[in-house]
Nanobody, 114 residues
Framework: QVHLVESGGGLVQAGGSLRLSCAAS????????MGWYRQVPGKQRELVAS???????YYADSVKGRFTISKDNAKDTVYLQMNSLRPEDTAVYYC????????WGQGTQVTVSS
């Protein structure tokens, strides 16, 4: 089992940056996949970025070149650096760990004003 706690959300102007953090309750070194999703009211949760234990990294087309996912195994923490933020990036961002079972954090709100 993995308990995930996100932090780092907030209000930022368009063009600004935020860094989200996801602290895990156990080692993330061999978790199959970890990633960040986002959701706006009335829409499905969408995958933003993820990485596998094998080193594969995925980015949604809408965030390529602007967002960077990374991890610190020593701190059992996953990050999402978000640059050049746009109003359409406004959403609740969720950390996800998939190790044959899906685990979710509670979410952190990101609001980008125009």
């Amino acid at each position: 089992q993995v308990h995930l706690v996100e932090s780092g959300g907030g209000l930022v102007q368009a063009g600004g940056s935020l860094r989200l953090s996801c602290a895990a309750s156990r080692s993330i070194f061999n978790i199959n996949t970890m990633g960040w999703y986002r959701q706006v009211p009335g829409k499905q949760r969408e995958l933003v970025a993820s990485f596998t234990s094998g080193g594969s990294i995925y980015y949604a087309d809408s965030v390529k070149g602007r967002f960077t996912i990374s991890k610190d195994n020593a701190k059992d923490t996953v990050y999402l650096q978000m640059n050049s933020l746009r109003p359409e990036d406004t959403a609740v961002y969720y950390c996800n760990a998939n190790n044959y079972v899906n685990y979710w954090g509670q979410g952190t709100q990101v609001t980008v004003s125009s």
